[in-house]
């Protein structure tokens, strides 16, 4: 009565579903367990993508209609106080022509429906509205396959890829991801707000087509360790803010509130202004970085994508390492099927092929950068505020000389934050990117 | 016994756009569901199936992405299922439909006699409670409408016994198979499908039948075979709120006149006795 799958993946977003993907191309059997109503369904709602790892998996992407929102072409990041704040951009005619595409937006509930619909033209077969709740074993504690929420509900499978993502309650089931602590993870709320597309472009200086991305830190977390985002939809704007579980829960602050104040800030303001809202929801991230990676393979499982801590929370990257994760766990399983030893050592290569890509390379470059923000708090407080009162008085002409401004400023500085401390943080953050 | 479930695709949503342009329903962006009463219909019949044995054949009329029901149908227990769809069935009244239906139902019968339809009481979006009617009419079966109850189904003599909801209260009658009869929700609770089932249904291949394969004349069908025309589509005024009694002051005098109210309202009380589970 039960069936026999080659690979079982529980969890159809980027990770689950790149891996489907790569295992259906060589032919091998893969069954894909959602639980939304569909792919995507339970996904927060829009986001950034990048074309070099969606393009490995579906090179011809565009031609495939892949539900592209706006191709980005301008990266913005902010540094606010209460009241303003600064802007540094880079846009480059570079990512309209030649390098276009390499970021972009979409909506994850159109876009994971579409990346598993060519999975499932692949020869996966994606089953949602289904959860899994517990991985069967052998008496040696091997996975063999697992078990759904529906009758009749156990499949068998040969190796089985976890893929639920940050939220995952198998891994903590299982016990194979620790349950990750608050200082690990961050709770982000997000709000889409709908706008007319001819609106959307001549608020954020773009052509039809074209987006924008905006990275916020600053004073709008409230001084706990945390960022906003704003990206651009083609008719709509996500808007994204988050901090430190574990600052939110000392410091007690309600993330919606924390949103609504910075859709009121003076520079979010005329951006959102007549926009309807949509839709809200909240999620975790994964932010612990390199540190908090589990064992990610055993005796007959792997874990990919956010369900691993696979996720570099300085640049916001987590639904590229997801898929490489993805693709990189079905490389490993079709070897050890091929091979015959789907047992720990078979699944071995994994780690291996994980610690050669970005992904690891990158996440262990950042390791030490979440400790950074979660330990200089300045840096979501005094700092922006500093900064904010000083350009306000270097820009306020009121016949009084620049030199004393600065004398002035100077001794303000002083005042709030000892230069040594300036100093070692300074030293401090250029080694957690360095 | 040979059962056929009619099952339509709607959309799932309660407010469904009009488009002030050509008045008709725009579907659009829409997502659809299987109208949630053929769906009481589809488990009436496997439960009948599971006692009596059986057969049972799940039958949409619609656009291709009307497979989508079907193959729910399939993940649920339905043993067969045929998606009648092409161009000509499209623009289809209540006539046309129940026309194109009954044309369906009668080749199926050709392969093994049916001896019972299952139809959703109404389509949650048209709403009009009339295909099933009008499919029993042009089959020449015996029909029940508005079924909440089977009360005994007689496979020797070939009878049924159903009780239904009629203006005011409810009736217990009987009649001869072949029959159509069409559910009222609280005859039974869908099942969620196994997961054997719903592998089952992402693998199946429905059979697809063009205006040809049903046998259908054309003047008959889509929007040709639909005399009804939609003249205007409005909402209707919102309806005063029902009366309300203020307890914040005195709640003696609030409660007396809300017992005074609901037993004037026979309707209300009839529901109450003849039907204490509701
Ligand atoms: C507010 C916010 C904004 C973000 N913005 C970006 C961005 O701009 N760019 C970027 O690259 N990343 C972004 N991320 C991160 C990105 O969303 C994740 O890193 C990425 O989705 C991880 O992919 P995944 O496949 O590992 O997990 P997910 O995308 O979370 O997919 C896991 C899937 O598994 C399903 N599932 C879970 N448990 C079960 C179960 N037991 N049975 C069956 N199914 C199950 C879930 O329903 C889900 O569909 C953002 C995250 C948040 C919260
Ligand atoms: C005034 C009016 C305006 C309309 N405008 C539009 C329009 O703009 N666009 C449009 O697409 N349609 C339109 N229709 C809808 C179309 O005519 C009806 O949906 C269709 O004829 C079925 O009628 P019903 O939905 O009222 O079904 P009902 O008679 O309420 O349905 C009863 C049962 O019949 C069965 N059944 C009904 N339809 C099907 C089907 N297609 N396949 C399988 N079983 C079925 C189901 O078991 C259902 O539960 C309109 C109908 C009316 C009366």
């Given at each position: 009565m039960r069936e026999e799958f080659e690979v079982a993946v529980v969890g159809a977003g980027p990770a689950g579903i790149s891996a489907a993907l790569a295992l259906a191309e060589k032919g091998i059997k893969v069954i894909v367990f959602e639980?939304?109503?569909?792919?995507?369904?339970?996904?927060?709602?829009g986001g950034v993508l990048y074309g070099h790892d969606l393009g490995e998996s579906v090179p011809d992407f565009i031609r495939r209609e892949c539900p592209v929102e706006r191709n980005i072409v301008e990266s913005r990041v902010w540094y606010l106080s209460v009241d303003g704040g600064f802007n540094v951009s880079f846009r480059d005619r570079a990512f309209e022509?030649?390098?276009?595409?390499n970021a972009f937006t979409v909506g994850r509930a159109r876009f994971d429906r579409w990346f598993a619909g060519i999975a499932e033209e692949k020869g996966a077969l994606v089953v949602c509205?289904?959860?899994?709740?517990d991985l069967l074993r052998d008496d040696g504690g091997r996975v063999t396959g697992v078990r759904t929420d529906?009758?009749?509900g156990d499949v068998t499978a040969r190796v089985v890829l976890i893929?639920?993502?940050?939220?995952?309650a198998l891994a903590a089931k299982t016990g194979?991801?620790?349950?990750?602590k608050p200082n690990d993870v961050a709770l982000a709320v997000k709000e889409v707000i709908e706008l007319p597309e001819e609106v959307i472009n001549e608020r954020f200086n773009v052509e039809a087509g074209h987006g924008v991305t905006i990275e916020i830190l600053g004073e709008i977390t409230k001084g706990m360790d945390g960022v906003a985002v704003i990206y651009t939809n083609k008719n709509s704007l996500s808007l994204c803010i988050g901090a430190n579980l574990f600052d939110l829960m000392s410091n007690t602050v309600r993330p919606y509130e924390m949103l609504e104040e910075f859709k009121a800030h003076p520079m979010v303001a005329p951006l959102i202004k007549s926009g309807r809202p949509r839709e809200y929801m909240a999620h975790w991230l994964a932010e612990g970085g390199y540190d908090t990676?589990?064992?990610?393979?055993g005796d007959g499982y792997l874990i990919a994508g956010e369900s691993g801590m696979l996720f570099n929370a300085l640049h916001r990257e987590g639904s590229n390492m997801a898929m490489a994760s993805g693709r990189l766990a079905a490389l490993t399983i079709a070897g050890a099927l091929a091979r015959g030893d789907t047992g720990s050592e078979g699944l071995a290569g994994y780690a291996a092929a994980l610690q050669a890509s970005y992904v690891m390379k990158d996440l262990k470059k950042y390791r030490r950068f979440n400790r950074f923000l979660l330990n200089h708090k300045e840096l979501f407080s005094t700092l922006p505020r500093l900064g904010a009162s000083a350009a306000r008085e270097m820009l306020?002409?009121?016949?009084?000389?620049k030199k004393e401004k600065q004398t002035s400023i100077r001794r303000r500085i002083q005042g709030a934050i000892p230069l040594a401390r300036l100093a070692r943080l300074l030293w401090a953050g250029a080694r957690s990117i360095g | 016994m040979n059962f056929v479930c009619c099952i339509k695709q709607v959309p799932d949503t309660a407010e469904v756009k009009i488009?002030?342009?050509?008045?008709?329903?725009?579907?659009?962006?829409v997502e659809s569901i299987s109208n949630p009463y053929d769906l009481v219909a589809l488990e009436t019949a496997l439960i009948l199936k599971d006692k009596y044995g059986g057969w049972v054949t799940a039958l949409s009329m619609g656009?291709?992405?009307?497979e989508q029901v079907l193959k729910e149908a399939i993940s649920l227990g339905a043993d067969a299922a045929v998606l009648l769809s092409?161009?000509?069935?499209?623009?289809?009244?209540t006539l046309a439909t129940s026309y194109t239906l009954y044309k369906a139902i009668r080749n199926l019968d050709l392969d093994r006699p049916v001896d019972i339809v299952l139809c959703g009481k109404?389509?949650?979006?048209?709403?009009?409670?009339q295909v099933g009617p009008g499919i029993a009419t042009r089959l020449g079966f015996t029909q029940f409408t508005?079924?909440?109850?089977?009360r005994e189904l007689n496979t020797y003599d070939r009878h049924i016994t159903v009780k239904r909801r009629v203006e005011g209260g409810f009736e217990v009658v009987r009649g001869p198979l072949p029959t159509v009869i069409t559910v009222d929700l609280g005859l039974a609770r869908p099942r969620r499908a196994s997961l054997p089932g719903l592998i089952l249904s992402l693998r199946a291949v429905i059979d697809k039948w063009d205006a040809d394969a049903v046998g259908a004349e054309v003047p008959k069908i889509g929007l040709k075979g639909s005399p009804t025309w939609v003249r205007r589509i409005f909402s209707p005024p919102l309806k005063e709120g029902g009366p309300v009694f203020?307890?914040?002051?005195?709640p003696v005098p609030a409660v007396e006149r809300f017992l005074d109210t609901i037993v004037a309202d026979e309707e209300l009380i009839s529901e109450l006795f003849k039907n204490p589970g509701v």
């Amino acid at each position: 009565m039960r069936e026999e799958f080659e690979v079982a993946v529980v969890g159809a977003g980027p990770a689950g579903i790149s891996a489907a993907l790569a295992l259906a191309e060589k032919g091998i059997k893969v069954i894909v367990f959602e639980r939304g109503e569909f792919p995507g369904a339970k996904n927060v709602s829009g986001g950034v993508l990048y074309g070099h790892d969606l393009g490995e998996s579906v090179p011809d992407f565009i031609r495939r209609e892949c539900p592209v929102e706006r191709n980005i072409v301008e990266s913005r990041v902010w540094y606010l106080s209460v009241d303003g704040g600064f802007n540094v951009s880079f846009r480059d005619r570079a990512f309209e022509e030649g390098l276009s595409f390499n970021a972009f937006t979409v909506g994850r509930a159109r876009f994971d429906r579409w990346f598993a619909g060519i999975a499932e033209e692949k020869g996966a077969l994606v089953v949602c509205g289904t959860t899994v709740t517990d991985l069967l074993r052998d008496d040696g504690g091997r996975v063999t396959g697992v078990r759904t929420d529906r009758s009749d509900g156990d499949v068998t499978a040969r190796v089985v890829l976890i893929a639920d993502g940050i939220n995952s309650a198998l891994a903590a089931k299982t016990g194979f991801r620790p349950e990750p602590k608050p200082n690990d993870v961050a709770l982000a709320v997000k709000e889409v707000i709908e706008l007319p597309e001819e609106v959307i472009n001549e608020r954020f200086n773009v052509e039809a087509g074209h987006g924008v991305t905006i990275e916020i830190l600053g004073e709008i977390t409230k001084g706990m360790d945390g960022v906003a985002v704003i990206y651009t939809n083609k008719n709509s704007l996500s808007l994204c803010i988050g901090a430190n579980l574990f600052d939110l829960m000392s410091n007690t602050v309600r993330p919606y509130e924390m949103l609504e104040e910075f859709k009121a800030h003076p520079m979010v303001a005329p951006l959102i202004k007549s926009g309807r809202p949509r839709e809200y929801m909240a999620h975790w991230l994964a932010e612990g970085g390199y540190d908090t990676i589990p064992h990610l393979y055993g005796d007959g499982y792997l874990i990919a994508g956010e369900s691993g801590m696979l996720f570099n929370a300085l640049h916001r990257e987590g639904s590229n390492m997801a898929m490489a994760s993805g693709r990189l766990a079905a490389l490993t399983i079709a070897g050890a099927l091929a091979r015959g030893d789907t047992g720990s050592e078979g699944l071995a290569g994994y780690a291996a092929a994980l610690q050669a890509s970005y992904v690891m390379k990158d996440l262990k470059k950042y390791r030490r950068f979440n400790r950074f923000l979660l330990n200089h708090k300045e840096l979501f407080s005094t700092l922006p505020r500093l900064g904010a009162s000083a350009a306000r008085e270097m820009l306020t002409v009121d016949g009084i000389s620049k030199k004393e401004k600065q004398t002035s400023i100077r001794r303000r500085i002083q005042g709030a934050i000892p230069l040594a401390r300036l100093a070692r943080l300074l030293w401090a953050g250029a080694r957690s990117i360095g | 016994m040979n059962f056929v479930c009619c099952i339509k695709q709607v959309p799932d949503t309660a407010e469904v756009k009009i488009d002030p342009e050509t008045n008709t329903l725009m579907r659009s962006g829409v997502e659809s569901i299987s109208n949630p009463y053929d769906l009481v219909a589809l488990e009436t019949a496997l439960i009948l199936k599971d006692k009596y044995g059986g057969w049972v054949t799940a039958l949409s009329m619609g656009p291709p992405q009307a497979e989508q029901v079907l193959k729910e149908a399939i993940s649920l227990g339905a043993d067969a299922a045929v998606l009648l769809s092409d161009r000509a069935f499209a623009g289809a009244d209540t006539l046309a439909t129940s026309y194109t239906l009954y044309k369906a139902i009668r080749n199926l019968d050709l392969d093994r006699p049916v001896d019972i339809v299952l139809c959703g009481k109404q389509a949650i979006d048209g709403d009009t409670a009339q295909v099933g009617p009008g499919i029993a009419t042009r089959l020449g079966f015996t029909q029940f409408t508005s079924v909440i109850e089977i009360r005994e189904l007689n496979t020797y003599d070939r009878h049924i016994t159903v009780k239904r909801r009629v203006e005011g209260g409810f009736e217990v009658v009987r009649g001869p198979l072949p029959t159509v009869i069409t559910v009222d929700l609280g005859l039974a609770r869908p099942r969620r499908a196994s997961l054997p089932g719903l592998i089952l249904s992402l693998r199946a291949v429905i059979d697809k039948w063009d205006a040809d394969a049903v046998g259908a004349e054309v003047p008959k069908i889509g929007l040709k075979g639909s005399p009804t025309w939609v003249r205007r589509i409005f909402s209707p005024p919102l309806k005063e709120g029902g009366p309300v009694f203020d307890a914040r002051k005195d709640p003696v005098p609030a409660v007396e006149r809300f017992l005074d109210t609901i037993v004037a309202d026979e309707e209300l009380i009839s529901e109450l006795f003849k039907n204490p589970g509701v």
